[in-house]
């Protein structure tokens, strides 16, 4: 026998449905199925089932619904009578809502437990119990909602195990969070779904639609999780939090739970490469972490910055990460230190003592050796964990696989290594664990007693490389020693136009595990690409298709298609790197074209600091000239000399970051001075990017030094309709920005700033965020002071993360302003005494000091 209650009362026997008439003997069916096993007291159904107004013989009552009940189950046993009550004599697995918590509560323990593939398929299993709505046919309207909030709950866990497998249903998602509007769960998941599909604009605007809804329904802001949801997916692909991982964890228990106990700030974990440091930290870590690859970094500051999305400005990056991060309780994991050890350490030391809730785990081939530092080395697995790591991949490519005799054997021949053993397992595809131990036993060879340069685990890896090296074909290792030749993995179309070599040849390197394939981007573990390296280099091929894709993505970085492009470079600016550096020694000249080639994706998503070290190199071996390469050169290398080299410079400009070298370096043309031919070769372009930045420039001294509103009117429209015309966001949101502060109608101003805000946050500009976030609350201060408030705070929230204390000194201004409104004269003093302290040089900084003086003469005015 089972009975339903996850939707209309039923009961099924091995014959078929059971018609159960009457609303009365359902109830009394669905109150015993409840608690299903148990006796339920005699008042408890009687109350159930006739309320307030029962009959004057309750209890005859009662035993004729049984008697109705049990002629219509056909089996008088199954519902018991006892003195105190009756009973359903059935198991918890007979009733579909017993069965709903079971595997519910299976499957968000498994999702805790980090596993979001058992969690999806048990939830599933779970809600696939449910018929309608809860007791749809009888009035047990307490037990129905409880149920109905179960299965929420279940709902919205089973999100997030689609979530973490990237496969959420968006329009599902959409409307659990229309049946529960205030549930900010929900509602961050909706903005996750959204983001997963490439749709960030429409994530963005969920949660402007929560922050309404909230504001409206409970009076209140999101939560600080609904916020880091937020602030998570506006810093898009350029923050990296951990990577998920495609297999198993294996071992370690010992090691984790060694972490999981260190009190220490900087836990760094060393050992050989090979050894598995990588995944214990990203096990040890769990989902929030900052992840910073330094394997293809020249810089740990820079590289740090890229992994928090945040762009460098004048700043040293040392005090932009400090700016960012000193109020966070943030986990960083910095892996792969050992070619950047000093460095590391040096960071490591300065936001250890600027950053009190910030914490460290490194990953090494060596300590840092800096104060405070705990090491936990990492050991080779031992036998059991060893066999069973092989196991588990071994079966990954042979579902059959068995360990016998030899799967021990070879664990101890490869020293417990993980890289060494997995290298190994994914050969039992076609090699029997036999022939895999005899191939060990000749290759192998201990090399190292008494070397302390040549670790023994180090040239026991190397001679598993080498032997996964010896069973490729010829053209397996050409391409495999190509593939050698990127820092930042390759797309498949990289791979065939430098390597040669077709997909088929690139998918054998993969099934032998001596290539990953993620994200459709191929890449070799570190180990791997250093011993391919030493076999064949193209670096001039990949400086050549690398050139080439940065000539192709300049133009279209200023498209409508521009977030894909930006994308593009984002994720090649490690091969970026590697052919600037490359052709800066051996083809200088396509190395200055190549620098004003990215000049613009540079300036947007912000890499001064590493930028500057190349440029500067590059300059060394270049001859001087008037050209606008040069200019881009010098601006990036050594702005201060590029102010004189405008009055040499002939048109026409092929790279718009000149225009804006030239705005940032020599500030607003003098009205007295005489124009030069480069402002007349300029205003003379009929590139219509250039006329829309010559559209908003006159707009700016129209309005700011001659106080034409009319005219900045008119140079606004169009250089916007230029603009938009193009699909270009970032110049789109500068003019519509300052149409908002030319417009006299304060809704028009609002929603002007916000399409800025729209187009700004698409292109995942963080500064530009904050800063316009700022003026959407100047624009709102005297319309909706309450919702001006919540906007300065978040600016300031923006820009402590991103590090640009103007914009946080800006923020304060406009926080006290409204203090001194309420009459909270301490508080608003406060404020701008904090906003003074943290401003410093520059042109910015300077303007935010004018303010910040004038709103302090007016609060000692008011005193």
């Known amino acids: ?84 009550g009756y009973r359903l004599a059935l198991t918890a697995a007979d009733v579909d809502a017993h069965r709903f918590a079971a595997l519910a509560a299976e499957g968000g323990q498994a999702l805790e437990q980090g596993d979001p593939r058992a969690a999806e398929s048990l939830l599933s299993e779970a809600l696939g119990l449910w018929r309608g709505p809860a007791l749809a046919d009888v009035a047990l309207p307490g037990h129905a909602t409880r149920l109905e909030q179960q299965r929420s709950a279940a709902s919205s866990s089973l999100v997030a195990a689609r979530i973490r497998l990237g496969r959420a249903d968006v329009d599902e998602v959409r409307e659990l969070v229309r049946q529960h509007p205030l549930d900010e769960r929900l509602r961050g998941y909706l903005m996750e779904a959204l983001h997963q599909q490439g749709r960030r604009a429409e994530a963005l605007q969920a949660f402007e639609d929560a922050r309404e809804v909230l504001a409206d329904e409970l009076g209140t802001d999101p939560s600080a999780d609904l916020r880091a949801v937020h602030l998570r997916i506006l810093r898009g692909r350029a923050h990296r939090e951990p990577p998920a991982q495609l297999t198993s964890f294996v071992g370690r228990e010992r090691e984790l739970a060694r972490i999981a106990a260190l009190s220490a700030r900087l836990v760094t974990l060393t050992g050989p490469g090979g050894a598995g440091k990588t995944r214990l930290a990203l096990q040890a870590a769990g989902p929030g972490a900052v992840f910073v690859d330094l394997a293809p970094a020249k810089d740990v500051a820079a590289a740090t910055l890229q992994a928090l999305g945040l762009k460098e400005t004048v700043l040293e990056p040392e005090d932009r990460l400090t700016l960012a991060l000193r109020e966070r309780d943030a986990l960083l994991v910095l892996d792969n230190c050992e070619h950047l050890v000093e460095q590391a350490a040096r960071l490591a030391q300065h936001l250890l003592s600027t950053c009190p809730s910030v914490r460290i785990l490194a990953t090494s081939r060596e300590p840092l050796g800096i104060t405070g530092e705990t090491l936990c080395p990492v050991p080779p697995l031992d036998p059991e964990q060893s066999v069973a790591l092989f196991t588990d991949r071994a079966r990954l490519v042979n579902p059959a696989f068995a360990r016998d005799p030899h799967t021990v054997e070879i664990c101890r021949e490869l020293d417990g290594l993980p890289l060494a053993i997995e290298l190994a397992a994914a050969r039992t595809r076609t090699l029997t664990t036999a022939e895999i131990a005899d191939r060990l036993s000749d290759r192998f060879r201990l090399l190292t007693k008494g070397n302390r340069a040549a670790a023994p685990r180090h040239q026991t890896l190397r001679a598993v490389v080498e032997w996964s090296w010896d069973l490729l074909s010829p053209e397996e290792r050409d391409l495999a020693a190509c593939l050698a030749t990127f820092s930042g993995g390759a797309t498949l179309e990289a791979v065939e136009e430098v390597c040669g070599h077709d997909l ?95 000049a613009w994706y540079w300036y947007v998503k912000g890499s001064r600091t590493e930028v500057q070290g190349v440029a500067r190199k590059l300059l060394d071996v270049v001859t001087e000239q008037s050209t606008e390469e040069y200019v881009v050169l010098l601006a990036l290398a050594e702005p201060e000399r590029v102010p004189g080299r405008f009055a040499d410079l002939r048109g026409p400009i092929r790279q718009p970051f000149v225009l804006i070298a030239w705005a940032m370096l020599s500030g607003p043309p003098d009205p007295a001075s005489p ?55 970032w110049g789109s949101a500068q003019v519509l920005d300052v149409l908002a502060t030319l ?56 820009a402590t993360r991103a590090g640009l204390s103007a914009t946080r000194a800006l923020a304060r201004v406009g926080l006290a302003e409204i203090a001194r409104r309420r009459g909270e004269r301490g508080r608003a003093e406060e404020l701008l005494l904090e906003a003074r302290a943290e401003l410093g040089f520059g042109w910015m900084h300077s303007s935010a000091k004018e303010q910040v003086e004038a709103a302090l003469r007016d609060l000692a005015r008011d005193g």
Not at 1 to 16: F, N, T
Not at 747 to 776: C, P, Y
Request: negative net charge; proline residues 4%; charged residues 30%.
């Open 743 to 798: 417009t006299e109608d304060p809704a028009e101003s609002l929603a002007l700033t916000d399409q800025a805000l729209r187009a700004v946050a698409e292109l995942g500009a963080q500064e530009e965020l904050a800063e316009l976030r700022g003026r959407r609350a100047d624009r709102l201060l005297d319309v909706d002071e309450a919702q001006a408030e919540r906007d300065y705070l978040q600016a300031l929230e923006l």
């Open 675 to 729: 124009r030069t031919p480069l402002q007349d070769e300029v205003e003379r372009s009929d590139d219509p990017w250039i006329q829309g930045l010559i559209g908003f420039s006159n707009a700016y001294l129209a309005w700011t030094a001659d106080g034409d509103r009319a005219r900045a009117l008119r140079e606004s429209r169009k250089a916007l309709r230029l603009f938009e015309n193009l699909g270009e966001r």
């Open 504 to 598: 088929e040849t690139l998918d054998a390197l993969v099934d032998k595990s001596l290539v990953e394939a993620a994200d459709g981007r191929y890449r070799m573990l570190a180990t791997i690409r250093e011993f391919c390296a030493r076999h064949k280099r193209v670096d001039a091929a990949h400086a050549t298709y690398f050139r080439d894709l940065a000539r192709r993505a300049d133009p279209e970085l200023r498209q409508r298609d521009q977030v894909r492009w930006f994308d593009r470079l984002t994720a090649e600016h490690a091969n970026l790197m590697q052919a600037l550096d490359w052709t800066t020694s051996h083809e200088p000249e396509q190395a200055l074209r190549l620098v004003s080639d990215l």
């Open 1 to 84: 026998m089972q009975v339903g209650i996850l939707g209309p009362v039923e009961a099924h026997s091995p014959d078929g449905k059971i018609a159960v008439g009457g609303p009365r003997p359902r109830t009394l069916l669905a109150l015993l199925a409840i608690r299903v096993g148990d006796i339920v007291p005699l008042d408890r159904l009687v109350d159930e089932l006739y309320g307030a107004e029962p009959p004057s013989d309750a209890a005859n009552a009662l035993q004729g619904q049984v008697s109705r009940l049990r002629r219509a189950l056909g089996d008088a046993s199954l519902v018991e009578f006892h003195p105190a």
